[in-house]
């Protein structure tokens, strides 16, 4: 069940949760007010009022609205990377790797909370503690990436982690386009188009110990 969902469950007053479920269960309400009305526009009264709470039940969790904010970030950003991460460890066919990669980035942005909009579209990056977090999720998608181009090719540390970061970021640029674009084009031939573009350039650095001319795998 997504906090969303627990906090559809649970939205009734007067309902006694356990911490960790009034938690999630707040967490759900502020994502639906902050990704509908921003951070900015967001107050802590809405947020009560979406999760069926009083003001001070709120406060018992979170001592503020940046504290909230920061909350919310950490888990959707940790989410993103474990998308990443399971994505790559899902099989050692490399084109399907790239599509699972490319279908990671899809999932996360179609995703019907809305959280990507927290990490990629934050109107709060002027805030130190929100910058780093989304800086920190880039750089760490990354190098996941990174990671397995440098085991499968000659390429050095640094040049792995610059393609990494390309892919990563055609990735959430287009499946973000794609998402807010009336285009008509389906899910699955949006992600056969990333992973099509995606794949015909990482392909073209050969593997390891591999012989002049020899298809990459």
Not at 25 to 32: H, K, N, S
Not at 38 to 48: E, F, L, N, P, V
Not at 95 to 110: G, I, L, N, P
Request: glycine share 8%; with cysteine; aromatic share 6%.
């Amino acid at each position: 069940m997504t906090a969303i969902e627990q906090t559809e469950a649970a939205r009734p007053r007067g309902t006694r949760l356990p911490r960790r479920a009034r938690r999630n269960q707040l967490l759900g309400a502020a994502q639906e007010v902050f990704v509908a009305q921003g951070y900015h526009a967001a107050a802590m009264d809405d947020i009560a009022e979406r999760a069926g709470v009083s003001k001070p039940v709120l406060y018992q969790h979170f001592p503020g609205k940046l504290e909230l904010y920061l909350a919310l970030l950490d888990q959707h950003c940790d989410a993103l990377l474990q998308a990443v991460r399971t994505a790559l460890a899902s099989t050692t066919d490399n084109k399907q790797r790239v599509a699972a990669t490319m279908d990671a980035y899809v999932a996360y942005v179609e995703d019907e909370g809305g959280a990507f909009r927290l990490v990629f579209e934050s109107d709060l990056t002027n805030e130190p503690a929100v910058r780093e977090r989304v800086e920190r999720v880039s750089l760490q998608t990354a190098e996941a990436i990174s990671d397995v181009i440098a085991e499968d090719t000659d390429l050095s540390k640094d040049e792995s982690m610059l393609l990494a970061v390309g892919l990563g970021g055609v990735a959430q640029v287009v499946a973000r386009y794609w998402l807010s674009r009336d285009t008509g084009i389906p899910r699955d031939r949006a992600v056969g188009l990333l992973t099509s573009i995606a794949w015909r350039g990482i392909a073209g650095f050969p593997l390891q110990g591999a012989e002049p001319g020899e298809p990459p795998r």
